[in-house]
């Protein structure tokens, strides 16, 4: 198996289990210790590929209207956060991601099919 993040061979019982190997994971704890992020949860690329490009292509800098505790209010599409999960959005190399907007106010976490059903229905794109 290759780590998921920079593609070299993974051996040890551990890094298999989570996709990732040791200094990949290193890194991605100080990520997520700067960013404030959960146990396995990334923000998402466009280098990712698959439909997750597609995804932040498709939305980036567009609006749509918060469901989360300040509902009534729109966010901008900005940053795509995610995690591993089986019905999620796939990569170029087939893994699938649990995708995911958060609310600039309420950081509530709001889907990625509610999000584009509500970009979909607001057109605007903000310059």
């Known amino acids: ?3 998921m993040e920079c593609g070299k061979k993974i051996t040890t019982t551990v890094s298999l289990n989570r996709g990732i190997g ?8 100080r990520e997520q210790k700067r960013q ?8 998402l690329t466009t280098e990712m590929g698959g439909e997750i490009e597609q995804l932040i292509r498709e939305t980036y800098q567009k609006r749509y ?3 989360g505790g300040h509902s009534g209010h729109f966010e901008i599409v900005g940053e795509w956060y995610g995690y591993p ?9 087939g893994k699938r991601w649990w995708v995911y907007q958060k609310c600039s106010q309420s950081n509530y976490e709001m889907s990625y099919w509610k999000v584009t ?3 979909g229905r607001n057109q605007e794109v903000l310059q």
């Not at 999960?85 to 190399?93: F, I, Y």
Request: proline share 6%; aromatic share 6%; hydrophobic share 30%.
């Open 1 to 3: 198996m290759k780590c």
């Open 22 to 29: 040791p200094v990949c994971y290193a890194k991605l704890r």
């Open 36 to 43: 404030k992020l959960l146990p396995f949860e990334r923000i």
């Open 65 to 67: 209207e918060c469901l």
């Open 85 to 93: 999960h089986e019905g999620g959005l796939s990569d170029k190399d």
């Open 117 to 119: 059903e509500r970009v």
